[in-house]
């Protein structure tokens, strides 16, 4: 009934940018998003979390990350992003967005992962 939908994943060299894109959709239900973040799992590796974001726009970053990433959301698109800049071969892995969401009339919120998109950096 929810879909997360990604964009964005690719190959790029040491040094570069990509910009993910996270949608969320229903087959017709009004919903509401909280917390949205991006995740990733390199091979051999735990998911671990990347960023996050609440619906105030607070954020979180994983300390690996700080400085070079930047997540934002866009509430009237149910959309949010993930800016990875000055890109590290060990940022190479399967990036998954992620996304607490409450579909009425349920009051429950409920935790939905998106498909993944691969990123590789080359060195």
């Known amino acids: 009934q929810v879909q997360l939908v990604e964009s964005g994943g690719g190959l790029v060299q040491a040094g570069g940018s990509l910009r993910l894109s996270c949608a969320a959709s229903?087959?017709?239900?009004?919903?509401?998003?909280?917390?949205m973040g991006w995740y990733r799992q390199a091979p051999g590796k735990q998911r671990e979390m990347v960023a996050d974001?609440?619906?105030?726009?607070?954020?979180n970053y994983a300390d690996s990350v700080k400085g070079r990433f930047t997540i934002s959301r866009d509430n009237a698109k149910n959309t949010w992003y993930l800016q990875m800049n000055s890109l590290k071969p060990e940022d190479t892995a399967v990036y998954y967005c992620?996304?607490?969401?409450?579909?009425?009339?349920?009051?429950?919120?409920?935790?939905?992962w998106g498909q993944g998109t691969q990123v590789t950096v080359s060195s």
């Open positions: 229903t087959s017709g239900s009004i919903f509401s998003i909280n917390v």
């Open positions: 992620n996304a607490n969401i409450k579909v009425l009339p349920d009051i429950r919120w409920n935790n939905y």
């Open positions: 974001i609440t619906s105030g726009s607070s954020t």
